[in-house]
């Protein structure tokens, strides 16, 4: 019985869209991602920290080094390349970034909204003392 089980764990034991026989990746190739991934993000703390980019390009730096990182991740990780046996993973990626995108868009416009209709702290403090004199005076 448990020789079985282990012979049907061996054999669907693998990611949606992955064939019998085809390679998942190797050891090799993890090593690789893993080098690239400290590699991105020891440079992205060296930009974050020191002086090496003109202060106001810093975030625009980060953008491009957390892309290069999401890119690393792809390829070596999540095994996600532009093959035609990969369209179902790129769709679903692709679908991804989309419900992210309208979901930090989405709240960001809201919350820039409620920032533009909010009444300033400073007309709030007055209503509050307005009120409070009013309690006061017969």
Excluded: K
């Excluded at 019998?20 to 090799?28: M, R």
């Excluded at 974050?48 to 957390?66: E, K």
């Amino acid at each position: 019985m448990e020789g079985n089980l282990d012979q049907y764990v061996a054999l669907t034991d693998r990611a949606p869209g992955v064939g019998e026989n085809e390679e998942t990746g190797s050891f090799a190739s993890y090593t690789v991602g893993l080098a690239f991934a400290l590699l991105l993000t020891g440079a992205s703390f060296m930009v974050s920290q020191t002086n090496l980019l003109w202060a106001p390009g810093v975030p625009a730096g980060l953008a491009v080094l957390a892309i290069a990182q999401i890119g690393v991740h792809l390829v070596f990780f999540l095994h996600i390349g532009t093959g035609p046996d990969n369209t179902n993973n790129v769709l679903a990626l692709a679908f991804g970034v989309l419900i992210v995108t309208l979901i930090v868009s989405g709240s960001l416009w809201i919350m820039a909204n409620l920032n533009l209709n909010m009444m300033p702290v400073s007309a709030v403090m007055e209503m509050q003392r307005r009120c409070e004199l009013r309690r006061f005076i017969p």
